[in-house]
């Protein structure tokens, strides 16, 4: 896709929003990720240690396929979520 196609349906996906609130949320994200590459800044810099330890600690604990969530019970989860 090139990048006119993906500014197009860009454009076309946040036209077809009509909720307020999603579209401040995509605003939001939207323009924190284009200052973080204008400042070529790394969200990592910005976490505490605790924070950075707590991340590396998942990651490790993610090898471990006891500890993963079958995507099917995720998927029933953020579903039940969303209907509330």
Known sequence: MTANELKLQSHNLIDSI???KTLELLYN???SVRKRIN??????DELSEQQKFELEQSI???YDSKNLVPHDDVVRKIDS???K
């Not at 400042?39 to 990592?44: L, Q, V």
Request: proline content about 0%; cysteine-free; hydrophobic content about 40%.
């Open 29 to 31: 994200i939207i323009s």
């Open 18 to 20: 009509r909720d307020k």
């Open 60 to 62: 490790l604990e993610s």
């Open 39 to 44: 400042k070529k800044e790394d969200w990592w």
């Open 81 to 83: 979520w969303l209907k």
